[in-house]
């Protein structure tokens, strides 16, 4: 089962703009990581967040997380055509002993972004 | 280095055959996950191996679907008297055993049954 949902379910947007991609979850967690995916491939992963961080940047990659309303959205700055992909938001739920990662994503039905040139 | 590879990248099968997918993690990986990915339901969890424990087999959606990981390394997940339902793309993620750590993906087996 999903744990969120995520919106909007596509995004169409010219080369230079800025794309934000929202998502939100239903239980809480240990921290919240992006994804993207290409036709055909698997999923590349972008930046990840703990539960305690508020935002965190990677390139022209900003993502914010209010654990309070228990959502999150990615911003990618300056999109080129390059971008253009499905993007996922998994969050990662409570960890086992010893500090091991539980790792069981849950995923949101994703975001199709198209970045025309 | 080499990433997670999955094989094979397409099967087509006929309805009622078994089916076994490979998935060879990074090297070091001690953390392998299944999941599956079609149309209708979206990204599922199927199966987690952590080292030597136990398998969280919590996801996987009948008594068709098994999964093996042998010397803590190469897994294969077996899917028995395939159905039309089946069909999907198969993913495989390896990560570092550590909490916060990203999962790395293979490009998945893509699984047609006829």
């Known amino acids: 089962s999903q744990q969120g949902e995520e919106d909007p379910q596509a995004l169409s947007i010219q080369e230079g703009e800025n794309a934000t991609m929202n998502c939100s979850y239903k239980t809480s967690i240990n921290n919240l990581q992006w994804y993207r995916q290409n036709s055909g491939r698997g999923l590349v992963h972008l930046i990840l967040?703990?539960?305690?961080?508020r935002e965190k940047h990677s390139g022209r990659l900003r993502v914010t997380l209010d654990t309070s309303k228990k959502s999150s959205s990615l911003l990618i700055t300056a999109s080129r055509a390059a971008d253009t992909a499905s993007y996922f938001c998994a969050t990662d739920g409570p960890h086992g002993a010893g500090g091991t990662s539980y790792g069981k994503l849950t995923f949101g039905q994703g975001t199709i972004l198209t970045v025309h040139p | 280095g080499a990433g997670v590879s999955q094989s094979p990248s397409n099967k087509v099968t006929e309805k009622g055959k078994d089916v076994e997918l490979r998935c060879d993690p990074i090297?070091?990986?001690?953390?392998l996950y299944w999941y599956r990915q079609s149309l209708g339901q979206g990204l599922e969890f199927l199966i987690y191996?952590?080292?030597?424990?136990?398998?969280?087999k919590s996801g996987l959606p009948s008594d068709r679907f098994s999964a093996e990981r042998t010397g803590g390394s190469v897994s294969t997940l077996t899917i028995q008297r395939t159905q039309q339902e089946d069909s999907a793309v198969y993913l495989c993620?390896?990560?570092?055993?550590?909490?916060?750590?990203?999962?790395?993906f293979g490009d998945g087996t893509r699984l047609s049954i006829l």
């Open positions: 993620a390896s990560s570092a055993p550590w909490v916060d750590q990203p999962q790395h």
């Open positions: 967040i703990r539960s305690n961080e």
């Open positions: 191996f952590q080292g030597n424990s136990a398998p969280d």
């Open positions: 090297s070091g990986h001690t953390a």
